[in-house]
């Protein structure tokens, strides 16, 4: 079955979807993106997804989409036209495209925003084998930029740092800053420690993850104790259990940092137990 693509109001055959070269996202990495997941044709956290949109865009003093207010029904549609049942919906907005490559934003009166959505199947998503056994990470240098928290598409140096990872032998890459980790190249970052839950305070320099506010939601709501602040690399990995969380991979336990394992090198108690209350809070309030 070919894919279904939504661009700039039009839904068309993945081979017919098209954007300019001159689009500004590909020239000038001048686009946000969001990533929302699908379980059993519902939409997992929409309402936080596009909520970090609209910010996203305010922050770059990016116009909204036209569309802005159907996306829910755009991505209804693009769950129905492409029968997604697992997966997720991948969307774009870019400053558009000026006919030509220029620093200047261009006025937007004039130049509109080109905004894609895709679908990407991903049958089973929930009952991922690594959920079981724990991902491997390594540790690298945060080289990113100081605005983190703006979802925009400048992915090189995450992309390089799964690369990284995959090199070593390992499933991803933690980003670290003066010895404290920021996030993971594409999640945010946590350890438990005495059953206390750690994870980096909000600010410009990670992703405010819309999986990460509603697993510390629920795990307050459950009575386990939350801790926002930064943590060292070195304590990390003197933790008892380490985890992930995003809207692709949920909350994923993690067993190994740089070599060193956590606890017996199985998933512990809490980050399963996480995993568990998101899934089925999650799955209760899709839309
Ligand atoms: N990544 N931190 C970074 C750097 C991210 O790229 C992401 C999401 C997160 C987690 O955010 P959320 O819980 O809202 O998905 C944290 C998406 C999934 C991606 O790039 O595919």
């Known amino acids: 079955m070919t894919r279904t693509v939504y661009v700039n109001g039009d839904y068309l055959p993945e081979e017919d979807a098209k954007v300019s070269v001159f689009d500004r996202s590909f020239l000038m990495a001048d686009g946000v993106y969001e990533v929302t997941s699908v379980l059993g044709g519902k939409l997992i956290d929409f ?3 596009l909520a ?3 910010r996203s865009l305010g922050e770059l003093d990016m116009q909204k989409p036209e569309a802005f207010d159907d996306l829910l029904e755009i991505h209804r549609e693009l769950v129905r036209r492409n029968d997604l049942e697992d997966g997720m919906i991948y969307l774009q907005v870019s400053r558009g495209s000026a006919g030509d490559r220029d620093f200047i934003f261009p006025d937007p009166k004039e130049v509109k925003p080109t905004l ?19 991902i491997k990470v390594i540790s690298i240098e945060d080289i990113r930029w ?6 925009t598409v400048q992915l ?3 992309s390089m740092g799964k690369m990284m990872a995959i090199k070593a032998g390992c499933d991803d890459a933690w980003l670290v800053e003066d010895g404290f980790v920021t996030e993971g190249t594409s999640n945010n970052a946590y350890i438990v420690k005495d059953g206390k839950i750690i994870t980096r305070q909000l600010s410009n320099d990670i ?13 307050r709501e459950a009575q386990m104790e939350v801790e926002e602040r930064s943590f060292t690399l070195d304590e990390a990995k003197a933790a008892d259990e380490a985890f992930i969380t995003s809207a692709s991979q949920f909350v994923m336990p993690v067993v190994e940092i740089d070599g060193v394992t956590l606890g017996d090198g199985a998933p512990g108690k809490v980050a399963p137990r996480l995993r568990e209350i998101y899934l089925d809070e999650s799955l209760k309030n899709a839309i």
Do not use: M, N, W
């Open 47 to 49: 309402d936080g997804h």
């Open 52 to 54: 970090r949109l609209e």
């Open 116 to 134: 894609v959505l895709f679908t990407q199947s991903k049958p089973g998503l929930a009952d991922s084998p690594a959920a079981k056994t724990g």
């Open 146 to 151: 100081g605005r983190r928290d703006i979802k």
């Open 156 to 158: 090189l140096y995450p």
């Open 207 to 219: 992703l405010h993850g819309i999986t990460r506010a509603a697993v510390l939601r629920f795990a």
